[in-house]
Each structure stands twice: as C-alpha cells, then as structure tokens.
C-alpha cells in the first residue's frame, strides 16, 4: 500500500536518505527543509523522480518554527510525519543555546501542534541515543536507564522527546522517539559535528587534514544510514498503538584506533594526514541495546562497521578525487 509521508529536514544527510527510500518504496513525499544545513544536491534523485512521475515528490523551504508549518500539515494529510530537522552541533549548542533551543525545543512543539490540529497522529522523532544517557554505568545502555544529558544539546533533543509524550498524553498522538546512535554513510558532512567517520576518510583521500570533534579514547556506536533509514519507516508504518522510545544502534562500541584502521583498510592502506582532535567534554563510551527494537519494530541492524565504511569511502572517493578526464590537460 502507497502512503504519504512528510519529512522535515528532508534535504539533510539522513532525511534526504529517507526521502529517497521512501520513493523507492513507491510513496508520496512532502520534504520541508530550511536550508540552513540541508543541501539541495541531496535531493536530486527525488527531483528526477517527480519530474518522471509528478506529484510524488513536492519541496517545501520553511523553517519548522514558522506559523504556516500548520497549513502545510494540514494540507499534506500525511499517515505520518519525520522529524529529523534539528540543530545538532553540541558545540554550537553551548554558545548559542537559546538557538538550540528554539531550534530543537519550539520547532518541535511547533509541529506537535500542527500535527494535531491537522489531524496526524503519527510522529517519527529523531532522538539521540548518543548523549540522552549521558555516561551510563552499564553498556550496552537500554531505554530504560536513567537519562542524563550533559550539554544543551542533548537537553534540548531529550525535551522534544517529553513534548511528544505530553501531546500524546493530551492529544492521543502516537509518536516513536528513535534514539540514534553515531550515525554515518554517504552525503555526511564531513565537516558536521558526528562526522567523524567521513572526516577521517576525506582527510585520507584528499590530503588536507580536518579536526575532528572526538577523543582518541573514547568509544561510540556507529550505525549505518540505510538501518537508521530502515527503522524510520518501520516505525512509521508500525501499528498506532505502538508508540515508546526505541534505541537504533549497533550494540558496539568502536573506537577511534579502530575506525581509522577500517578506513585505512577501505582506502588501500592509506594513513591520514595529521589532524586536530578537540579533547572537550565527550562521552568517553557508549552502546545501545537495542533488543527492543527488534522485538516491537521488527528492526535490527544489518551492515557491519567494516561494510558501511567501504560504502562510504566509496561515495567519498566519487565525490572529492576528479574524473579520469577531468585531468587530461592538466
């Protein structure tokens, strides 16, 4: 069966990801995006799709905080909305966190409101399982643990979280917080704030080296765009009582020596250049269960650390080394 779905933040790394497996899929797609971050490139595919079929792919440019994301709700009519629109730099959440919060706080409660005055109960949000347990005690961590997120940032994201549980309360939404863990693959910003994976692999490739916001000891759950992409449309096709928060992640902790030795590997061996490591406040380790994600969602991650890395050293190389002909005369 062929749905509508709307996706905010829809031109950015993981929601123009999502936009285009839902087209695959054969549904309908209305993106909003800002363009503050989202990239218009990212939507080329979806472009070339509605252009062969029209009316499968519309784009709207506002912002989530804006009045009128109401009527676009409402005239959208989706079966569920994805809200991956976010600020998501924790650093900048720290030196800005009134923008961090109008960004992540009320940009959400905005279109709770939307979504219940048009009428949609299903909210897909993109939580973060990197900083809601702030240093656990146990890992792999599971929902259940105690929150305890340690920048704005993660403050910010975990209020969105308990705005969707009001207003389910309230409004009887049937929203799904997808807890992500270090998300990676094609179209990540290498110079984003999670991506270190795409730092390090452009840093081999071109020669020019970045800093990277990550300690050398500290230990992350890197889960591949496509699962996270997999685990947003099961939960929005997911039946409407099913509702909760749901880690997304590997149930790994990798670190640094190890990420940089997998890309090596997928880059013929190749070493990086030096770089900058920032050595500010990180989480030293973390991991999420995600048992209950398979069980209720039926969702599991299915490419290995090793695989994702070649994928996207692989778009990496297309994106950053010119073509053949492009030297020739050089």
Not at 151 to 175: F, Q, T, W
Request: with cysteine; aromatic share 6%; net charge negative.
């Amino acid at each position: 069966m062929f749905l509508r779905f709307l996706v905010t933040g829809a031109a950015g790394f993981i929601g123009s990801t999502l936009v285009d497996r839902l087209l695959a899929e054969g549904h309908q797609v209305i993106g909003i995006d800002n363009f503050q971050t989202g990239v218009i490139a990212n939507l080329e595919n979806a472009i070339r799709c509605n252009q062969a079929s029209p009316r499968r792919f519309a784009l709207v440019s506002v912002d989530i905080q804006a009045p009128e994301l109401t009527d676009i709700v409402a005239g959208a009519n989706p079966h569920a909305v994805f809200h991956l629109a976010a600020q998501v730099d924790p650093q900048a959440s720290v030196s800005d966190p009134q923008f961090d919060a109008r960004s992540n706080v009320l940009g959400t409660i905005n279109l709770c409101e939307a979504s219940q005055r048009g009428g949609v109960r299903r909210i897909v949000y993109a939580a973060c399982g990197e900083s809601r347990y702030g240093v656990p005690d146990c890992l792999p961590v599971e929902e259940n643990c105690q929150v305890n997120p340690l920048s704005p940032n993660a403050v910010a994201k975990l209020a969105g979280e308990m705005y969707l549980r009001a207003y389910a309360e309230i409004y009887d939404l049937a929203p799904i917080c997808l807890a992500l863990g270090n998300v990676y693959g094609p179209r990540q910003n290498p110079h984003g704030a999670a991506g270190v994976i795409t730092a390090l692999g452009s840093a081999i490739i071109t020669g020019e080296p970045f800093a990277v916001n990550w300690r050398d000891t500290s230990a992350h759950d890197f889960v591949y765009v496509d699962d996270v992409v997999e685990a947003f449309l099961r939960a929005g096709c997911a039946p409407i009582e099913t509702t909760g928060t749901y880690n997304v992640g590997t149930g790994q902790r990798t670190t640094g020596t190890e990420v940089q030795g997998l890309i090596s590997a997928a880059l013929d061996g190749s070493s990086p250049p030096s770089f900058d490591m920032d050595r500010g406040d990180e989480l030293h380790a973390i991991a999420l269960n995600v048992t209950k994600a398979e069980k209720e969602l039926g969702w599991k991650p299915r490419v290995d650390l090793a695989q994702g890395i070649q994928r996207t050293t692989r778009w990496l190389r297309a994106t950053l080394e010119p073509e053949p002909s492009a030297l020739v005369g050089a």
